[in-house]
């Protein structure tokens, strides 16, 4: 089974500082993405990055980019100068094969991890 | 351009009770989604849909059932409520991925919490 595992469920941090919220995950697979969504206290889910296994450079997006390590199967998410506005549940996400669209492609699935709850103190 | 909509935003049943939760999308994708989000559980997915039509059983489809007769409108039924129930309910939506590489980015909607007593 493909599982993905985030063993911290909380996390703080300093305003302004760095913070590493870490994603392991367990697959398979070859070639798939790797996606962190965040929720604010507001409930809805934001996409915050994604990463392509096939690209050897991390992703970044402005404060937060990612350390992809593919053969440890690992997938942390950086946030740089945090700010207030970053704290949220943190959730690791990895696409799990679904059954076949009518075009004739493959549909994936998310498998979310159990989430970080990081607060960004000032 | 509304993005995942969901509706209602809250709602408070009684046990055996039954209700309809819509969510409606304008990205014209074509794969929709349920997930419910309990405390400590992350989301895990009830059914999914891959087109107008067709529907399949994710993690935790027991006491729910599911409908796509429309391509932006996906239902969630729960035809006869249990407190188990109780949770928030996302949705969500992505559009088919090309080639071989899986590119399947999810949109969201606003959620809906449901409590059952």
């Known amino acids: 089974a493909q599982t993905v595992t985030q063993s911290q469920p909380e996390m703080s941090v300093q305003e302004a500082e760095t913070v590493t919220l870490s994603c392991t995950y367990d697959t398979s697979e070859n070639n798939y993405y790797l996606f962190w969504y965040k929720q604010p206290p507001s409930r809805q889910m934001i996409l915050v990055i994604r990463q392509e296994a096939y690209k050897q450079q991390n992703a970044t997006e402005n404060r937060f980019s990612v350390n992809f390590q593919k053969a440890a199967k690992s997938f942390s998410l950086k946030i740089s100068d945090s700010q207030l506005g970053d704290t949220a549940m943190y959730f690791c996400?990895?696409?799990?094969?679904?059954?076949?669209?009518?075009?004739?492609?493959?549909?994936?699935?998310?498998?979310f991890g159990k989430g970080t709850l990081l607060t960004v103190n000032p | 351009n509304a993005g995942v909509t969901q509706t209602p935003k809250f709602r408070v049943l009684k046990t055996g009770q039954s209700m309809t939760l819509l969510c409606a999308q304008d990205?014209?994708?074509?794969?929709m989604y349920w997930y419910r989000q309990d405390p400590g559980m992350g989301l895990r997915l009830i059914h999914y849909s891959v087109g107008e039509g067709t529907t399949a059983k994710g993690e935790v489809p027991d006491g729910y059932n599911v409908s796509r007769l429309k391509k932006q409108n996906f239902l969630l039924g729960l035809e006869s409520a249990a407190p188990s129930q109780t949770s928030v309910y996302f949705c969500?939506?992505?559009?088919?991925?090309?080639?071989?590489?899986?590119?399947?980015?999810?949109?969201f909607g606003p959620g809906t919490r449901l409590t059952v007593l």
């Open positions: 996400a990895f696409p799990t094969l679904g059954i076949v669209g009518r075009s004739g492609g493959s549909n994936y699935k998310l498998t």
């Open positions: 969500a939506s992505s559009s088919p991925p090309r080639g071989e590489v899986r590119t399947d980015t999810q949109y």
């Open positions: 990205m014209n994708h074509e794969y």
